[in-house]
T-cell receptor
Framework: GENVEQHPSTLSVQEGDSAVIKCTYSDSASNYFPWYKQELGKRPQLIIDIRSNVGEKKDQRIAVTLNKTAKHFSLHITETQPEDSAVYFCAALPTGGGNKLTFGTGTQLKVEL | DTGVSQDPRHKITKRGQNVTFRCDPISEHNRLYWYRQTLGQGPEFLTYFQNEAQLEKSRLLSDRFSAERPKGSFSTLEIQRTEQGDSAMYLC????????????????FGPGTRLTVL
Protein backbone atom coordinates (compact mmCIF):
# COMPACT_ATOMS: atom_id res chain seq x y z
CA GLY A 1 0.00 0.00 0.00
CA GLU A 2 0.87 3.67 -0.05
CA ASN A 3 3.39 5.08 2.43
CA VAL A 4 3.78 8.81 3.01
CA GLU A 5 6.70 10.33 4.85
CA GLN A 6 6.66 13.94 6.04
CA HIS A 7 9.45 16.24 7.20
CA PRO A 8 10.18 18.07 9.38
CA SER A 9 8.10 16.98 12.35
CA THR A 10 8.44 20.43 13.92
CA LEU A 11 9.19 23.76 12.28
CA SER A 12 9.67 27.11 13.97
CA VAL A 13 9.85 30.32 11.91
CA GLN A 14 9.75 34.01 12.56
CA GLU A 15 6.66 35.92 11.51
CA GLY A 16 7.01 37.01 7.91
CA ASP A 17 9.43 34.24 6.97
CA SER A 18 8.59 31.35 4.65
CA ALA A 19 7.91 27.79 5.73
CA VAL A 20 8.41 24.65 3.65
CA ILE A 21 7.12 21.18 4.49
CA LYS A 22 8.09 18.19 2.38
CA CYS A 23 6.44 14.83 1.77
CA THR A 24 7.42 11.75 -0.19
CA TYR A 25 5.14 8.94 -1.31
CA SER A 26 5.81 5.41 -2.39
CA ASP A 27 2.99 4.46 -4.78
CA SER A 28 3.62 5.80 -8.28
CA ALA A 29 -0.10 5.36 -8.96
CA SER A 30 -0.98 8.14 -6.51
CA ASN A 31 -2.60 11.02 -8.33
CA TYR A 32 -4.11 13.31 -5.69
CA PHE A 33 -2.26 15.13 -2.94
CA PRO A 34 -4.18 17.27 -0.42
CA TRP A 35 -2.79 19.26 2.48
CA TYR A 36 -4.74 19.68 5.70
CA LYS A 37 -4.26 22.12 8.56
CA GLN A 38 -5.31 21.01 12.03
CA GLU A 39 -5.43 23.39 14.96
CA LEU A 40 -5.39 21.97 18.45
CA GLY A 41 -8.66 20.19 19.21
CA LYS A 42 -10.17 21.01 15.84
CA ARG A 43 -10.96 19.18 12.65
CA PRO A 44 -8.44 18.82 9.79
CA GLN A 45 -9.22 21.49 7.21
CA LEU A 46 -8.20 21.29 3.57
CA ILE A 47 -5.98 24.21 2.65
CA ILE A 48 -4.80 23.23 -0.82
CA ASP A 49 -4.58 20.18 -3.04
CA ILE A 50 -2.89 19.20 -6.27
CA ARG A 51 -3.58 16.58 -8.87
CA SER A 52 -0.92 14.72 -10.75
CA ASN A 53 -1.54 16.46 -14.05
CA VAL A 54 -0.09 19.73 -12.73
CA GLY A 55 3.27 20.56 -11.19
CA GLU A 56 2.39 23.56 -9.09
CA LYS A 57 -0.64 25.26 -7.61
CA LYS A 58 -0.86 28.51 -5.72
CA ASP A 59 -3.52 30.11 -3.54
CA GLN A 60 -2.51 33.47 -2.08
CA ARG A 61 0.29 32.77 0.45
CA ILE A 62 0.12 29.00 0.03
CA ALA A 63 1.60 26.94 -2.79
CA VAL A 64 2.13 23.26 -3.43
CA THR A 65 4.63 21.72 -5.83
CA LEU A 66 4.65 18.16 -7.13
CA ASN A 67 7.52 16.18 -8.61
CA LYS A 68 6.07 12.92 -9.90
CA THR A 69 9.41 11.56 -11.04
CA ALA A 70 10.91 11.90 -7.59
CA LYS A 71 7.59 11.12 -5.90
CA HIS A 72 7.63 14.10 -3.62
CA PHE A 73 5.49 17.15 -3.03
CA SER A 74 5.94 20.22 -0.87
CA LEU A 75 3.87 22.88 0.87
CA HIS A 76 5.16 26.44 0.81
CA ILE A 77 3.76 29.15 3.05
CA THR A 78 5.04 32.67 2.48
CA GLU A 79 4.79 35.70 4.77
CA THR A 80 3.87 33.50 7.71
CA GLN A 81 1.53 34.84 10.37
CA PRO A 82 0.88 33.66 13.96
CA GLU A 83 -2.46 32.21 12.85
CA ASP A 84 -0.57 29.84 10.55
CA SER A 85 0.62 28.01 13.68
CA ALA A 86 -0.92 24.53 13.56
CA VAL A 87 -0.18 20.93 12.57
CA TYR A 88 -0.05 20.38 8.82
CA PHE A 89 -0.67 16.97 7.24
CA CYS A 90 0.08 15.90 3.70
CA ALA A 91 -1.77 12.98 2.16
CA ALA A 92 -1.76 10.90 -0.99
CA LEU A 93 -4.46 8.98 -2.80
CA PRO A 94 -3.59 6.30 -5.34
CA THR A 95 -5.65 5.54 -8.41
CA GLY A 96 -7.74 2.53 -7.58
CA GLY A 97 -7.21 3.19 -3.88
CA GLY A 98 -10.89 3.49 -3.10
CA ASN A 99 -10.54 7.13 -2.11
CA LYS A 100 -8.50 6.02 0.89
CA LEU A 101 -6.19 8.84 1.86
CA THR A 102 -2.83 7.93 3.37
CA PHE A 103 -1.55 10.69 5.63
CA GLY A 104 1.90 11.76 6.69
CA THR A 105 2.76 12.05 10.36
CA GLY A 106 2.29 15.80 10.48
CA THR A 107 4.42 18.92 10.94
CA GLN A 108 3.94 21.18 13.94
CA LEU A 109 4.47 24.69 12.60
CA LYS A 110 5.07 27.49 15.09
CA VAL A 111 5.21 31.06 13.88
CA GLU A 112 6.93 33.24 16.43
CA LEU A 113 6.46 36.98 16.80
CA ASP B 1 -23.44 24.68 10.40
CA THR B 2 -23.66 22.73 7.14
CA GLY B 3 -20.40 20.81 7.60
CA VAL B 4 -19.82 17.27 8.76
CA SER B 5 -21.05 16.76 12.30
CA GLN B 6 -20.19 14.05 14.82
CA ASP B 7 -21.73 13.03 18.10
CA PRO B 8 -20.65 12.77 20.84
CA ARG B 9 -17.57 14.97 20.82
CA HIS B 10 -16.10 13.19 23.81
CA LYS B 11 -16.69 9.75 25.25
CA ILE B 12 -15.14 8.22 28.32
CA THR B 13 -15.82 4.56 28.91
CA LYS B 14 -14.53 1.66 30.90
CA ARG B 15 -12.67 -1.20 29.29
CA GLY B 16 -15.04 -3.88 28.05
CA GLN B 17 -17.96 -1.53 27.41
CA ASN B 18 -19.50 -0.94 23.98
CA VAL B 19 -19.61 2.51 22.44
CA THR B 20 -21.32 3.93 19.37
CA PHE B 21 -20.49 7.11 17.48
CA ARG B 22 -22.57 8.94 14.92
CA CYS B 23 -21.55 10.94 11.87
CA ASP B 24 -23.78 13.16 9.76
CA PRO B 25 -22.14 13.99 6.43
CA ILE B 26 -22.57 17.10 4.37
CA SER B 27 -25.96 16.93 2.71
CA GLU B 28 -25.90 15.17 -0.68
CA HIS B 29 -22.40 13.79 -0.18
CA ASN B 30 -22.38 10.21 -1.42
CA ARG B 31 -19.18 9.09 0.20
CA LEU B 32 -18.46 8.76 3.89
CA TYR B 33 -15.21 7.76 5.56
CA TRP B 34 -14.07 6.86 9.04
CA TYR B 35 -10.52 7.53 10.20
CA ARG B 36 -8.76 7.11 13.51
CA GLN B 37 -6.16 9.57 14.78
CA THR B 38 -3.85 9.01 17.72
CA LEU B 39 -1.74 11.68 19.37
CA GLY B 40 1.06 12.93 17.17
CA GLN B 41 -0.05 10.94 14.15
CA GLY B 42 -1.99 11.58 10.99
CA PRO B 43 -5.46 10.13 10.48
CA GLU B 44 -5.53 6.42 9.56
CA PHE B 45 -8.20 5.07 7.26
CA LEU B 46 -10.71 2.66 8.78
CA THR B 47 -13.58 2.25 6.33
CA TYR B 48 -15.47 3.92 3.48
CA PHE B 49 -19.05 3.96 2.21
CA GLN B 50 -20.45 4.82 -1.18
CA ASN B 51 -24.08 5.59 -0.36
CA GLU B 52 -25.15 2.68 1.88
CA ALA B 53 -22.55 0.21 0.60
CA GLN B 54 -19.43 -0.34 2.68
CA LEU B 55 -16.77 -0.68 -0.02
CA GLU B 56 -13.53 -0.99 1.86
CA LYS B 57 -12.34 -1.84 5.35
CA SER B 58 -8.85 -1.44 6.73
CA ARG B 59 -7.12 -4.29 8.50
CA LEU B 60 -7.12 -1.88 11.46
CA LEU B 61 -10.85 -2.53 11.72
CA SER B 62 -10.93 -5.63 13.89
CA ASP B 63 -14.04 -7.74 14.36
CA ARG B 64 -14.88 -5.61 17.42
CA PHE B 65 -15.54 -2.67 15.10
CA SER B 66 -18.60 -2.34 12.92
CA ALA B 67 -19.82 0.54 10.81
CA GLU B 68 -23.13 1.09 9.12
CA ARG B 69 -24.69 3.68 6.89
CA PRO B 70 -28.37 2.81 6.56
CA LYS B 71 -30.18 4.66 3.80
CA GLY B 72 -26.94 6.24 2.71
CA SER B 73 -27.22 9.20 5.04
CA PHE B 74 -25.72 9.25 8.55
CA SER B 75 -23.29 6.58 9.68
CA THR B 76 -22.55 4.86 12.97
CA LEU B 77 -19.32 3.31 14.19
CA GLU B 78 -19.63 0.81 17.02
CA ILE B 79 -16.77 -0.57 19.06
CA GLN B 80 -17.55 -3.62 21.15
CA ARG B 81 -15.61 -4.71 24.23
CA THR B 82 -13.45 -1.59 24.18
CA GLU B 83 -9.76 -1.85 24.99
CA GLN B 84 -7.37 0.85 26.18
CA GLY B 85 -5.69 0.73 22.78
CA ASP B 86 -8.92 1.98 21.23
CA SER B 87 -8.41 5.38 22.85
CA ALA B 88 -8.10 7.83 19.97
CA MET B 89 -9.88 10.53 18.01
CA TYR B 90 -12.38 9.03 15.58
CA LEU B 91 -12.83 11.28 12.57
CA CYS B 92 -15.55 11.12 9.98
CA UNK B 93 -15.23 12.70 6.54
CA UNK B 94 -17.51 12.98 3.53
CA UNK B 95 -17.10 13.79 -0.13
CA UNK B 96 -19.44 14.48 -3.00
CA UNK B 97 -18.36 11.43 -4.98
CA UNK B 98 -17.65 11.07 -8.66
CA UNK B 99 -20.26 9.31 -10.75
CA UNK B 100 -19.06 6.18 -12.47
CA UNK B 101 -16.14 5.25 -10.29
CA UNK B 102 -13.47 6.33 -7.92
CA UNK B 103 -12.37 9.87 -8.06
CA UNK B 104 -10.23 12.36 -6.35
CA UNK B 105 -12.97 14.44 -4.78
CA UNK B 106 -12.25 16.48 -1.72
CA UNK B 107 -12.84 14.95 1.70
CA UNK B 108 -14.24 17.26 4.39
CA PHE B 109 -13.71 16.25 7.98
CA GLY B 110 -15.94 16.45 11.01
CA PRO B 111 -14.73 17.63 14.44
CA GLY B 112 -14.17 14.07 15.64
CA THR B 113 -15.16 12.01 18.66
CA ARG B 114 -12.44 11.68 21.26
CA LEU B 115 -12.66 8.27 22.93
CA THR B 116 -10.94 7.56 26.22
CA VAL B 117 -11.00 3.99 27.49
CA LEU B 118 -10.13 3.68 31.17
Amino acid sequence: GENVEQHPSTLSVQEGDSAVIKCTYSDSASNYFPWYKQELGKRPQLIIDIRSNVGEKKDQRIAVTLNKTAKHFSLHITETQPEDSAVYFCAALPTGGGNKLTFGTGTQLKVEL
Amino acid sequence: DTGVSQDPRHKITKRGQNVTFRCDPISEHNRLYWYRQTLGQGPEFLTYFQNEAQLEKSRLLSDRFSAERPKGSFSTLEIQRTEQGDSAMYLCASSLGVTGGEGTDTQYFGPGTRLTVL
